[in-house]
């Protein structure tokens, strides 16, 4: 016998499929049975309907196109065979839903069906339509089920009761029609329906506010009695689940009371004694029962207020806290979260138990425990819980240790009573899990330490002893070797000794020791290498003798293949060798860092709010935050730099070298578009500089390119890193000449542009912004011709859930041309953590009159819901 | 509600998935595969329940049981305690094992149509509708019964001890 043939059984179907060696081979099998069974319903024998339609639904439970067989389901439902029927529903069930047309043709049968005088059809065609009802199926039908949930079968009314429940999730419309026939179906003795018909009661009182109110003054008595009776009936083994008579009833009543107590005081009375004995009288050992407590528990917690039935369940769910099942304790914790909002001081007696379960084995209850614990902090309990929980982090696995660094924390930041205690736990934290800690906290740590006039020496001996024991911590070095740069003095001097301290005695060598092991370290990484070589920069001012010795160290990083450092290097070197009158006004100590500007940033966590106060600290006098300018950028302005003030001291020099660095950006856009200019001499590169600088309008645009084109790369507190940056700029100014640096320059001197090739620059807009979208258009056009445009979009994510199947259309009016290049991803991150970036090529046929106009359409999918978002964008910059 | 019942292998093959939201076909694939690819990352020692937002959509749980090659795995909302429906999943392996005496991987691949019957009997449009598995079996038997006296093809085989061996 062919085996793929209709004859084949199901069963050899079964077996061929299953011996099947790689996926390759199953789908043959399958495309050959597929095969088959299609030939056979084209020939439309009612013989072998039965056997296909139970062949496609197994493969169709394997993932495989199944579509062609909805009709021979219809055509086996309409037979008249009890089997027939029975497949073609099943088949009817799995193979379509209620989306497909078909169904409009199966509820003429459905509608005989349920009017059969075999009750189990009956029970057939109910099942399927409780399966796949639609609104118009629930409006034809609901007549039917109506009665039927006075059928004599009581197995016909339970499935009659759940079908309801579809029908008026469907059409709640039709709900006021079920409500007496439901309401009878509580006084009901036998179990099955009157489980169901609590359920269709507790599902109407959902859907209408009318049927609450029924329920609530005619039923509510009664439920109570049924439960009364449940409760206190004798051993039913039928309904016995691991020891305990019928939990789901339980479960079922109780959950039906709740919604009939909520919000109202007369019912939540009436029901108060028998929920306060199914709390008591419920053996709390076998899961079942615990689960009629948790529900019960909930009940209570929902209900109007009864203080001593709350507190009962609150300390039910302290005692399922120290149960040994995993699912006690994590569905415990569950209920603590809601319960924190209606009782807070009651759960908080609970908080030691719930402190045990952050140490608990189960991930996912630590990290339930952990954000119940974050919720109770509160400024009288802060100094305890944050003790208990960087002790635990000491011992903690290393994959949990991410997410209890975070919370510790923010739990410090949030309710630190006093700086010094902050300080101290931070520190506590950075020494215990510094390779955890995230960007945000250690610079949160460092502006904390700057504003704290009178704890920077304490800070300093602290970090410097922390830093002997954990140097391994990443953030802790950085922290440590940032703070030994400002305040490496205070170190050694014993600056502003506080009371609760020893002195220590530290060297200048010391700490440059410190500095020396964390910019040697083979595992620091840029960051915390670029953040030494400043700090080393500061302290050779700071301690005059290891000058020679700190020299050294930074010139080992001359040859260091990564630019940022090797470029540091140079510069700081030759501060060191030839610019000592300069060097104590460039190193200065930081100004205090904005706490404000800070705690501002952080909150938003859009980039929008990042250009402004990096803007705003360009103009602070030691330039707080520098753009992260490209070393090209760097080197050709120490040519220009040459010029302007090549003999001028000191502070006045700064001045004059800080008030060019509104210039750089400019000078960096159109040094690194043009590459491949003719070689130019010295003079020439000036010249063009100094031409640029005379131009406010084009320099100052492209300020904010440059700004918000950093953002991506830069957390908005790397600036933080660069600190001292800006001072380094002066000192290769005077640096020309017989300077190592020189060679550099050589090699980058024939690359500078001629600005004027560039075309106007544009200013990037804000095409479309929402709470949870923002889209940013930058442009470009190809010197020569004027009439196309390069626009790279950039889209940013501001909401807390990533976008999946990210797309983004264009449409522009005829007499523009629109070429779409690829996006770099289709998928968003969250919260502007990262963006989608997608070139746009416009040619305008009319440019010069008129500008450019288009209307974009942006589809994605958040949460699995398909968003659809348009608009149109009128605010292009003119002239494009 | 209950959203989904399904039962895979623990190699991810399902054995048996009923969606009571309805879901298109390549959907269902997709999900079954997040949800073992959640599950075989599970350590045997935690609890039974998954947040399952990430899968399902907004408020979803999931909770499973591992007997043996397969798990069972129930996905529904908030409107379902969850330890109740680890005692449903307790519920539809025993009757199960009554129809099936000590049920195992192949009975279920072969006798596909006659689980889906009692799954019918435990489950209804994504409600509970038995929690006896004696009243589901007595149902179960009475379409059984139905089908043999209709004489039509038998798609119960009386016994499948002869395919253990695979």
Known sequence: MNPFSSETRLRDMIRAIRACKTAAEERAVVRKECAAIRASINENDPDYRHRNIAKLMFIHMLGYPTHFGQMECLKLIASAEFPEKRIGYLGLMLLLDERQEVLMLVTNSLKQDLNHANQYIVGLALCALGNICSAEMARDLAPEVERLLQFRDPNTRKKAALCAIRIIKKVPDLAENFINPAAALLKEKHHGVLITGVQLCTDLCKVSPEALEHFRKKCTEGLVRTLKDVVNSPYAPEYDIAGITDPFLHIRLVRLLRVLGQGNADASDLMNDILAQVATKTESNKNAGNAILYECVETIMSIEDNGGLRVLAINILGRFLSNRDNNIRYVALNMLMKAITVDTQAVQRHRATILECVKDSDASIRKRALELVYLLVNESNVKPLTKELIEYLEVSDQEFKGDLTAKICSIIAKFSPEKIWYIDQMLKVLSEAGNFVKDEAWHALIVVISNASDLHGYSVRALYRAFQTSAEQETLVRVAVWCIGEYGDMLINNVALLDIENPITVTGSDAVDVVEVSIKRHTSDLTTKSMSLIALLKLSSRFPSCSERIRDIIIQNRGSLVLELQQRSIEFNSVIEKHQNIRSALVERMPVLDEATFIGRRAGSSPAIVPTSNSASLNLPNGVAKPPAAPLVDLLDLSSDDVPAPSSSGGGFLQDLLGGVDLLPGLNQTAISGTNEAPRTGTDILLDLLSIETSPTQSSSSITDILSSSQGDKSPVASLGEISSPPSLSTRATSAGADPMMDLLGGFSPNPPMPEDNGPVYPSIVAFESSSLRITFDFSKAPGNPQKTTILATFTNMSQSIYTDFIFQAAVPKFLQLHLDPASSNTLPASGNGSITQNLRVTNSQHGKKSLVMRMRIAYKFNNEDILEEGQINNFPRGL | ?166
């Open chain 2, 1 to 166: 509600m209950i959203r989904a019942v399904m039962v895979m292998n623990t190699q991810g093959k399902p054995r048996l998935a009923k969606f009571y939201d309805s879901q298109p076909v390549d959907k269902q694939q997709e999900l079954i595969r997040s949800v073992f690819g959640v599950l075989c990352s599970r350590a045997e020692n935690v609890s039974n329940f998954v947040e399952a937002d990430s899968i399902f959509g907004p408020d979803s749980r999931i909770v499973y049981k591992h007997f043996a090659t397969l798990y069972f795995v129930l996905v529904f909302d908030s409107s379902e305690n969850e330890l109740a429906m680890l005692d449903l999943i307790q519920v539809l392996v025993e009757t199960l094992d009554k129809c099936f005496k000590n049920v195992c991987e192949l009975d279920l691949v072969f006798n596909y149509s006659k689980i889906h019957t009692i799954l019918d009997e435990i489950f209804f449009g994504g409600q509970v509708l038995e929690t006896s598995s004696a009243e589901v079996m007595k149902a179960v038997e009475e379409i059984s019964k139905l089908e043999t006296a209709s004489n039509s093809i038998t798609l119960v085989p009386k016994s499948v001890s002869g395919w253990r061996g695979r």
